[in-house]
């Protein structure tokens, strides 16, 4: 399947960001997303459905979104942490919690985890580093973090954010909308980010078609997800 990385890049991202009308807290609608680096159905969600976000400058704008890259990771007893889909996916998970911290802005840190999530969804995750040069990033801030102490600090504040979760995730991507978990209609989020909307201009996205577009949650997952694993994994990250 073609990457959609040049089109996303060379479109609107950038032009949202620089561009669209800002709005006060109050009015933003939160989209939080928690997520583990390797698992398929997050770098899915990450490449194929997040993005619509910004392809509607007034959407954009309305949004308040936050990533939180630790997922099904666990805990050790001697403070260090286990991935579900092994070491490499520790390291990204850190890597991508790194640029998080490095470059706060939305604008900046959401192309650069797009552009590793892209990699992990065609299968080349391992050239991860490529990322820095496609997007003229310095790598510096990236290495300095991951391979020290500040990586595994912001990891350990991802897990307690992860695990403070009411009700608790059961999977990944686990979506949640001003607090409202989304369950297996996550990607379905842009039509519960309307709904959740409480300001007095509403987007033109938001329309009461695209309202009804929400559907009613059922027991059975319909859409791809990792669950939790009940056994730790043997690989850990220090």
């Known amino acids: 399947m073609a990457s ?22 109050d009015n933003k609608v939160s989209l939080e997303l928690y997520y583990e680096s390797l698992c398929p159905y997050s770098a899915n969600f990450i490449v194929n459905y997040l993005p619509r976000i910004f392809q509607d400058d007034e959407l954009a ?11 099904n990771a666990k805990l050790r007893s001697n403070g ?17 919690a790194c640029a998080i911290d490095a470059w706060p802005q939305l604008s900046k840190h959401f192309p650069y985890i797009y552009c590793v999530e892209d990699l992990v969804y065609q299968g080349e995750y391992k050239e991860w580093e490529s990322c820095f040069e496609k997007l003229h990033l310095d790598s510096k801030p990236i290495d300095q973090c991951y391979h020290g102490d500040r990586g595994k600090e912001l990891e350990l504040q991802y897990a307690a954010e992860t695990n403070k979760l009411q009700p608790p995730h059961e999977y990944v991507p686990w979506v949640v909308v001003d607090g409202e978990p989304l369950y297996e209609d996550y990607e379905n989020f842009l039509s519960y980010i309307c709904k959740a909307y409480k300001g007095k201009n509403a987007p033109g996205t938001c329309t009461q078609a695209y309202l009804n577009t929400i559907r009613k949650v059922e027991p059975k997952n319909k859409h791809g997800a990792c669950y939790k694993e009940r056994v730790i994994p043997t690989l850990a990250y220090m």
């Open 4 to 25: 959609p990385t040049s089109t996303f890049f060379s479109f609107f991202f950038f032009a949202v960001f620089l561009f669209s009308p800002s709005l006060s807290d």
């Open 61 to 71: 704008s309305i949004v308040d979104l936050k990533l939180v890259p630790w997922g």
């Open 80 to 96: 260090t942490f286990t991935c579900q889909h092994g070491k490499y996916e520790c390291l990204l998970n850190t890597v991508e």
